[in-house]
T-cell receptor
Framework: EDQVTQSPEALRLQEGESSSLNCSYT??????LFWYRQDPGKGPEFLFT???AGEEKEKERLKATLTKKESFLHITAPKPEDSATYLC??????????FGTGTQLKVEL | GAVVSQHPSWVICKSGTSVKIECRSL??????MFWYRQFPKQSLMLMAT?????????EQGVEKDKFLINHASLTLSTLTVTSAHPEDSSFYIC??????????FGPGTRLTVT
């Protein structure tokens, strides 16, 4: 059974204070790893797909990386508008996603 | 690109009535659509998977007679909550995939049953 674990559960940063979120996974044959951002009362917003170890993707202040066991979402010089819950997920049989429990990020002025 | 809409965004209904939620992929054809439920401060819980023109596949513990799913076309899926009760109050989110890989999510529908 696929398993996805995210840490930390919650993270509070000052504006400009860079940090990383972790997503550890156990799957039988990785078919991709997805990162999403979810704001309160909204559906998840797609951020990145990573397919193989060593792959990196960037978007504005976010960079996602992938190893054989985990993925990191690096946030560089975050701003208050980056505050959200960040979810990672892996696809399994029938393309069903197994989600981590998410990291709730709050960026303060 | 890859925009998914849901309607309505919120709905209040009385106990015993039925509510229909629509999910549309606006700029792509969706081979598969998914319906999720999310409780406060919890992750998404998959309810069912639907493919156009075929019956939905429900996850264990999800009542198929209560949550009716119809995937009428490659851009439209509907979820009908029948005989709704207060415990059905939740945030319902759909997703769609154009290629069987990434899922793109709708904005969600907040259902409150009084």
């Amino acid at each position: 059974e696929d398993q996805v674990t995210q840490s930390p559960e919650a993270l509070r940063l000052q504006e400009g204070e860079s940090s990383s979120l972790n997503c550890s996974y156990t799957v039988s044959g990785l078919r991709g790893l997805f990162w999403y951002r979810q704001d309160p009362g909204k559906g998840p917003e797609f951020l990145f797909t990573l397919y193989s170890a060593g792959e990196e993707k960037e978007k504005e202040r976010l960079k996602a990386t992938l190893t054989k066991k985990e993925s990191f979402l690096h946030i560089t010089a975050p701003k208050p508008e980056d505050s959200a819950t960040y979810l990672c997920a892996v696809p399994g049989g029938g393309n069903k996603l197994t989600f981590g429990t998410g990291t709730q990020l709050k960026v303060e002025l | 690109g890859a925009v998914v809409s849901q309607h309505p965004s919120w709905v209040i209904c009385k106990s015993g009535t039925s509510v229909k939620i629509e999910c549309r992929s606006l700029d792509f054809q969706a081979t598969t659509m998914f319906w999720y439920r999310q409780f406060p401060k919890q992750s998404l819980m998959l309810m069912a998977t639907s493919n156009e023109g075929s019956k939905a596949t429900y996850e264990q513990g999800v009542e198929k007679d209560k949550f009716l799913i119809n995937h009428a076309s490659l851009t439209l899926s509907t979820l009908t909550v029948t005989s709704a009760h207060p415990e059905d109050s939740s945030f319902y989110i759909c997703s769609a995939t154009p290629s069987g890989s990434e899922q793109y999510f709708g904005p969600g529908t907040r259902l409150t049953v009084t």
